[in-house]
DNA sequence: CGGTATCCTCACAGATACTG
DNA sequence: CAGTATCTGTGAGGATACCG
């Protein structure tokens, strides 16, 4: 009874849902990838020229797994040379606003 | 001109934000630590028997960081046997709403 | 009760060189 | 251009024992 709760969260915390949210944030550059991402769609040289200071491998690998976790899409285009966009899936567009709030969070304790 | 920003994000990712907020929320226990507290002041024994996994050594570094970011509050009373208290600060408090948003994005990627 | 003090380990960030 | 391959180190996280 009381009102229906459809989309609200659980007033206790729980802990799946904050490791799997965990699991999409942590690294060190996660979070900025993303938000770019939540701008326009950027090819991979783009990223790397945006995020100066991350190796390639890094930056490879966390675009392998934000794609793996549903979050950034790949396309490949059949070109020479090679063109590979990455862009946000439908979830990854879902989380954005909450990912960008976590900003705020730096302006609080900054 | 066009409208008031007193308290927007800037549309572009801030690098600096980012970091800010992800050294309070990663870490494996801190945001569920944070939440815990969100809801009610606890004791270290408490917490403890919370977070069942997290050893003696973690939980008590986690906190110590977390009062030192200015996330928690440590009160100690002067009696026997000693009796710790953590609870939110003003500033975790005004963090708070956005914390468990975070949760919401578990739920979109489980 | 509320922690330190030690010791460990292994996942992951990073640099650099090379490839389809 | 868009990545792999390889090597390396650092530190977050953990197990356990002990202390004021």
């Known amino acids: ?9 659980p ?5 799946q849902l904050i490791t799997t949210a965990l699991g999409i944030v ?11 991402l939540g701008e326009k769609t950027l ?3 783009q990223l790397s020229e945006m995020l100066p200071g991350v190796s390639e491998k890094v930056l490879a690998s966390e675009l392998k797994s934000l794609v ?8 490949a285009y ?5 063109r ?3 862009s946000l899936t439908k ?13 705020e969070i730096g302006q609080i304790f900054n």
Request: hydrophobic share 40%; no cysteine; glycine share 6%.
């Open 1 to 9: 009874m009381t009102k229906s709760n459809r989309s609200e969260l």
């Open 26 to 36: 942590s690294g060190k550059w996660r979070l900025y990838i993303i938000l770019l």
């Open 43 to 45: 090819r991979y040289r």
């Open 68 to 75: 793996a976790l549903g979050v950034l899409e790949r396309t």
């Open 11 to 15: 007033p206790e915390p729980d802990f």
């Open 84 to 86: 590979v966009e990455y």
């Open 78 to 82: 059949a070109e020479i040379p090679p």
């Open 91 to 103: 979830k990854g567009h879902l989380a954005l606003p909450i990912l960008r709030k976590i900003q």
